[in-house]
């Protein structure tokens, strides 16, 4: 897949980290990408006086770190065909601010396409081996059960976000929904993948717990199209189960 892909091109690079100096600096820019990869899901909860949203903050420091990185080593992974096709997608909807009618909104566009090409070029560089790429996915669904334990929440105390809908703290139903069943694909394939350490065996269970919620927070905001995001990786779930042995996938299924 191209997560194979990607391991195999940033090989040739690997050189890069040789020095320790630039050996360490990649850590630092690994911890906060995985810290600001935690709090995306649920950045508009904490935010700092007079500085903004901790997500962001995390991100411009990332970005920042990174960009001292590749300077610091004039060498990157080489883009992906998702990179590639990120940065054409850039440059096409900045060629339509010529003839829209509200050119204020398509640059206000553009400028949140161009963050989100950086954090793509960022996770690419950084996320360069399986492990790494799976410690991100991990983070990413445990950051997810801050939105989900919100929207229960609200739910026992009866604050809807509209009429028979419930919404995680600082979002609509919609968004919340969208961004929980997101974690659902993850979350099968983590469980899937785990080893057979202890940790492994407590990876798994996290995961498996997860889809159950999630699909009860989804349903909590009534959004009939993140119900249906979640259809293709259940089926990928219970493919998935044939690894397990009889009791677990009781114990799953169950749960």
Same mark, same amino acid.
């Given at each position: 897949g191209s997560a194979k892909r990607l391991m195999l091109q940033s090989s040739k690079t690997e050189s890069r980290w040789?020095?320790?100096?630039? @050996?360490?600096?990649?850590d630092l820019v690994y911890y906060v990408t995985l810290a600001m990869i935690f709090t995306m899901s649920w950045d508009r909860l904490i935010e700092v006086p007079g500085l903004g949203k901790v997500g962001m903050?995390?991100?411009?420091? #990332?970005?920042?770190?990174? /960009?001292?990185s590749v300077a610091t080593t004039q060498t990157t992974t080489r883009p992906t065909p998702i990179v590639i096709a990120g940065l054409l997608f850039i440059l096409w909807n900045g060629a339509t601010v010529f003839w829209s009618h509200d050119? %204020? !909104?398509?640059? %206000? =566009?553009? !400028?949140?396409? #161009?963050?989100?090409?950086?954090?793509?070029?960022?996770?690419?560089?950084?996320?360069?081996?399986?492990? =790494?790429?799976?410690?991100a996915m991990q983070l990413f669904v445990l950051g997810?059960?801050?939105?989900?334990?919100?929207?229960?929440?609200?739910?026992?105390?009866? %604050?809807? @976000?509209?009429?028979? !809908?419930? @919404?995680?703290?600082?979002?609509? @139903?919609?968004?919340t929904a969208v961004l929980v069943a997101l974690g659902v694909p993850l979350a099968w394939y983590l469980a899937a993948h785990a080893s057979a350490t202890r940790w492994g065996q407590c990876q798994r269970l996290i995961n498996y717990f997860y889809i159950p919620l999630a699909l009860f927070a989804i349903g909590l905001t009534a959004t009939r199209f993140a119900l249906l995001m979640t259809v293709?990786?259940?089926?990928?779930?219970? /493919?998935?189960?044939?690894?397990?042995?009889? /009791? #677990? !996938?009781v114990a799953v299924m169950l749960s």
């Open positions: 040789d020095h320790p100096l630039s @050996a360490s600096l990649d903050l995390l991100g411009v420091a #990332a970005a920042g770190l990174w /960009a001292v050119t %204020e !909104r398509s640059i %206000e =566009r553009l !400028r949140t396409y #161009a963050q989100m090409t950086v954090l793509l070029l960022l996770l690419c560089d950084t996320m360069r081996t399986r492990d =790494r790429i799976q410690m997810l059960v801050v939105p989900i334990w919100s929207t229960i929440g609200n739910y026992l105390s009866g %604050e809807q @976000a509209v009429y028979g !809908r419930y @919404a995680a703290d600082g979002a609509i @139903a919609n968004s293709p990786a259940s089926l990928y779930g219970i /493919a998935t189960l044939a690894r397990l042995g009889p /009791a #677990a !996938r």
